[in-house]
């Protein structure tokens, strides 16, 4: 598995390599085509735009880092060592990188939390995540209900399973998700743990605004996204929703996609 993971990661690096120098001998063309005084006036768009996106970088750091002293508190909880197979907290870890960058790139981003963070998911997170000790996010192997002793009741733990609909996000609570990836085997899990601690629990009002398929399972990611972009756009919940939740999700969309398929081999077999 290791030397599969290290080919894989060099055969991405050639092509990467091999992309970036396709458009420099692309640019070394069109530049070799242009006078001299479109070639000043290119250059002078490609810094423009390069320091362009160093000021946006340094405001995304600087956002961040504001974040962790007065952002809204987003917690992931971590505190299922045990529960995942290897390839379950890999994927875990993906989705944990791609909740920090929906986070990082957010106009307001949160202070995520990663909580209960040990054992085989500490393991697997501090080998597969690159930069996890730079992020900006407050790491901890303590869990959601000792991390937070002091603001219990404003405590919200995220899970399909509770009966009660989250209507609204208030900023001033700290929202709860679980960072389990299991294909559904542990049912209720996340809910006995909050009712356990005796912390409130909440259900994102999905179904009241999509067609979900009945297997759907969101993954941590995308309710990560779906609260940050709340936070921003308070009352939105359609359009929110309608942004973050891919069409695979759907109602529909398996038949969809299987018709479309069998549409195209007819039409080549006519």
């Known amino acids: 598995m290791a030397k599969e993971k290290?080919?894989?990661?060099?055969?991405?690096?050639?092509?990467?390599?091999?992309?970036?120098?396709?458009?420099?001998?692309?640019?070394?063309?069109?530049?070799?085509?242009?006078?001299?005084e479109e070639r000043e006036e290119t250059r002078k768009r490609h810094l423009a735009?390069?320091?362009?996106?160093?000021k946006d970088a340094a405001a995304q750091r600087e956002?961040?880092?504001?974040?962790?002293?007065?952002?809204?508190?987003?917690?992931?909880?971590?505190?299922?060592?045990?529960?995942?197979?290897?390839?379950?907290?890999?994927?875990?870890?993906?989705?944990?990188?791609?909740?920090?960058?929906?986070?990082?790139?957010a106009p307001h981003p949160c202070h995520l939390h990663l909580l209960g963070l040990?054992?085989?998911?500490?393991?697997?997170?501090?080998?597969?995540?690159?930069?996890?000790?730079?992020?900006?996010?407050?790491?901890?192997?303590?869990?959601?209900?000792e991390h937070f002793a002091h603001k219990k009741d404003k405590l919200v733990y995220l899970t399909a399973d509770s009966t009660t609909e989250l209507e609204d996000v208030d900023p001033s609570h700290v929202y709860i998700i679980g960072g389990l990836v299991d294909h559904n085997r542990y049912k209720d899990l996340c809910l006995q743990r909050a009712e356990a601690a005796g912390v409130a629990t909440a259900r994102l009002p999905i179904r009241k605004y999509v067609n979900l398929d009945s297997r759907a399972v969101?993954?941590?990611?995308?309710?990560?996204?779906?609260?940050?972009?709340?936070?921003?756009?308070?009352?939105?919940?359609?359009?929110?929703?309608?942004?973050?939740l891919p069409a695979r999700k759907r109602a529909g969309w398996r038949e969809a996609k299987a018709g479309a398929k069998r549409h195209c081999a007819h039409g080549a077999s006519g």
Request: hydrophobic residues 35%; positive net charge.
């Open 6 to 36: 290290a080919a894989r990661k060099a055969h991405e690096k050639d092509a990467r390599k091999r992309r970036k120098q396709e458009r420099r001998s692309e640019m070394g063309e069109l530049m070799a085509a242009m006078t001299e």
């Open 118 to 145: 040990k054992g085989d998911v500490k393991d697997m997170a501090e080998r597969q995540i690159t930069g996890l000790p730079h992020w900006h996010v407050t790491r901890s192997e303590a869990t959601f209900n």
């Open 218 to 244: 969101l993954t941590v990611n995308h309710v990560v996204e779906i609260m940050v972009q709340m936070l921003s756009r308070r009352g939105e919940w359609a359009a929110v929703l309608d942004e973050v």
């Open 49 to 54: 735009t390069r320091r362009e996106r160093t």
């Open 63 to 105: 956002a961040l880092a504001r974040s962790v002293k007065d952002g809204t508190e987003l917690v992931i909880d971590l505190d299922f060592d045990g529960k995942m197979t290897d390839a379950e907290l890999r994927h875990l870890c993906q989705q944990l990188t791609y909740s920090y960058s929906v986070n990082r790139k």
